[in-house]
Structure formats: C-alpha cells, structure tokens
C-alpha cells in the first residue's frame, strides 16, 4: 500500500509518462495585465499570452498548461518569474532549442523568456520554492515620481523614516499568522515565514542629474505569500515611515489577527516579484511534497 502512495506522489510531482518538464525563466512588465493567471473573462493576462505563444512556435492545437512559483496579481511586475511547462517528448526533442528564440519573436514587448531547460527530477515551480523575494519601490519626493518610472514606483506624498521603518519590520520577522495582512481564502493557510523584510533609500540617479529622485526600497522574502500580504505590509509600514503610527504598530496589528481598516493594500504597481529560490536538485521532491501539507504554526 505504501509503495502505492509513493509512486502517485511521484508521478504528481513530476511529468507524466512521455512528457518532458521545462523550467522557463520569465519577466514581465505587470502594466497591462489583470495578473498571471488566465480569466474567464478573457482578459488580458501573462499566462494566457505564454501559453499561446508557446502553442504557436510549436505548431500545435492544444494549449500546455503553466505552473509558476507565484501568482502575480493585476499591474504588479516580475523580473525573475519562474514557471514550468510539461511537453511531450518528441516535441521537446525536435523543437527544445528553438524554443527560447521562437518565443522572443513571437511574444509581446511586455514578456521575455530568459531561459528554457528541462528541468531537474522532482521540479515543481511553485512547490519547489523555498523562498520568493518581492521588492516595493517608493519615491516620497515632493514633486512626485520621475515620469519614466511611473509604471512601477508608488508615489508617498510625504517624507518617510526608513529607521523606523526597518525597526517595524523586524519585529515582523519569523513565522506568524499574516491573517491580519492577507486576502482570506477558503481552505488555505495565512501561516508563512517571512525570512527578511527591510527598507534602503538610494539616491537618484547621477547620470541623469541631481534633481531626479531616490527612491525608498522594500524588500521582503518569505517561504511563500498569501494574497495581498506584501501590498498590506508596505501599507503598515508607510503609516510608521510617515509618522502617523508608531513603531510598534505593524506587530500590534499581526497579533491582532485580523484585517486593520487603517491598513490600506497599496497600489500593485510598485511591487515587483524579483527572485525565487529553490534547494538542491536532490532536494527539490521533498520539498515539493512538504509544501502541498496544511500549515500550523509550530511555536505558539
């Protein structure tokens, strides 16, 4: 019986029998997506252009489904999206090299495949993950944001204090129930590890003079998000950097466990998903499996 269940996990782990999983390497400009995963609505999104293109260079009637590490919501942005796609065999074989440079002529400005492999045993892009790690950019300048970096910089209209901003942050740090900073939704868990969450002002721009703008850096990296997390986390962390809240707030409102109404989910186009981490490839199956278990927290 056992034996049973081991050869199910493996073959839901991996490819199924004469198919061949490829890693892809992606980023995107979110701007005019309504996110990554594919609508009913039929609305834009980055998945349902992927897998067209990917349909398309290989010439064939049905779509191969994506699985990605992380399900990017409406405007936000990806530089290093990961994703894999199962493909048969003989396709993969005859048409693998190609791939990567078919994709670059036929895929929208807005999305670019950096890399296309076949990917370790036991590769999952999203259950493999270790970690994902998102950035937020600000810009509190008084004249607001440099106009080329609108798309992907919020705009604080008030002067912020990264000191205290880092000293909120860590006491985020650590394994918790993120309930008061997600999105509920039925049957999933709010439990994460969030393994590094810390602020840096970089100065503007000196190639293009002194009167372009730094900008305020969030970054943020957990073994996985729920939705809406790192949008109400900068929230938070904007009412401790402005002055409207103190230090201490942010964890008051994590303990609370519940949804805070002076926490506002930030605008989606200042965040961009920048890095995903994976184990060892040895590692990579039992890390896949472990992540499909329902999460409690382990310390009270």
């Given at each position: 019986?056992t034996?049973c269940?081991?050869?199910?996990e493996?073959?839901?782990?991996?490819?199924?029998?004469?198919f061949v999983r490829?890693?892809?390497?992606?980023?995107?400009?979110?701007?005019?997506f309504?996110?990554?995963?594919?609508?009913?609505?039929g609305?834009?999104?980055v998945?349902?252009?992927?897998?067209?293109?990917?349909?398309v260079v290989?010439?064939?009637?049905?779509?191969f489904?994506?699985?990605v590490?992380?399900?990017?919501?409406?405007?936000?942005?990806?530089?290093?999206q990961?994703?894999?796609?199962?493909?048969?065999?003989?396709?993969?074989?005859?048409?693998g090299?190609?791939l990567?440079r078919?994709?670059?002529?036929?895929?929208?400005?807005?999305?670019?495949?950096?890399?296309v492999?076949?990917?370790?045993?036991g590769?999952?892009?999203?259950?493999?993950?270790?970690?994902?790690?998102?950035?937020?950019?600000i810009?509190?300048?008084?004249?607001?944001?440099?106009?080329?970096?609108?798309?992907?910089?919020?705009?604080h209209d008030?002067?912020?204090?990264?000191d205290?901003?880092?000293e909120?942050?860590?006491?985020?740090?650590g394994?918790?129930?993120?309930?008061?900073y997600c999105?509920?939704?039925e049957g999933a868990?709010?439990?994460r590890?969030?393994?590094?969450f810390?602020?840096?002002?970089?100065?503007?721009d000196a190639?293009?003079g002194?009167r372009?703008p730094?900008?305020?850096?969030?970054?943020?990296?957990?073994?996985?998000?729920?939705?809406?997390?790192?949008?109400a986390?900068?929230?938070?962390m904007?009412?401790?950097?402005?002055?409207q809240?103190?230090?201490?707030?942010?964890?008051?409102?994590l303990?609370?466990?519940v949804r805070?109404?002076?926490v506002?989910v930030?605008?989606?186009?200042?965040?961009?998903?920048?890095?995903?981490?994976?184990?060892?490839?040895?590692?990579l199956?039992a890390r896949?499996?472990a992540?499909r278990?329902?999460?409690?927290?382990?310390r009270?």
């Amino acid at each position: 019986m056992t034996e049973c269940v081991e050869e199910r996990e493996s073959r839901r782990e991996g490819a199924a029998e004469g198919f061949v999983r490829v890693r892809l390497d992606l980023s995107y400009d979110g701007t005019d997506f309504s996110g990554w995963a594919k609508q009913k609505s039929g609305r834009r999104t980055v998945q349902g252009e992927l897998e067209d293109a990917i349909r398309v260079v290989l010439r064939q009637p049905e779509v191969f489904p994506l699985t990605v590490a992380g399900r990017t919501d409406a405007g936000v942005h990806a530089r290093g999206q990961v994703a894999h796609v199962d493909l048969p065999g003989d396709i993969w074989a005859a048409e693998g090299e190609k791939l990567r440079r078919r994709l670059a002529g036929r895929l929208p400005g807005d999305i670019r495949v950096w890399r296309v492999a076949e990917a370790p045993a036991g590769f999952d892009a999203r259950f493999s993950a270790v970690w994902r790690r998102y950035a937020y950019r600000i810009c509190d300048h008084p004249a607001g944001v440099d106009p080329l970096r609108r798309a992907h910089v919020l705009w604080h209209d008030r002067p912020l204090d990264v000191d205290a901003m880092n000293e909120a942050a860590r006491l985020l740090v650590g394994e918790h129930d993120f309930a008061a900073y997600c999105k509920k939704r039925e049957g999933a868990t709010t439990i994460r590890e969030l393994l590094d969450f810390s602020w840096e002002r970089l100065p503007g721009d000196a190639l293009l003079g002194p009167r372009l703008p730094g900008l305020v850096v969030g970054t943020v990296r957990a073994d996985a998000f729920c939705h809406n997390m790192v949008r109400a986390l900068v929230g938070a962390m904007l009412l401790v950097g402005g002055g409207q809240r103190p230090v201490g707030f942010p964890g008051e409102v994590l303990s609370a466990g519940v949804r805070n109404s002076a926490v506002s989910v930030v605008r989606p186009y200042g965040l961009t998903l920048e890095e995903v981490g994976y184990p060892a490839d040895q590692d990579l199956a039992a890390r896949s499996r472990a992540a499909r278990n329902l999460r409690v927290l382990t310390r009270g």
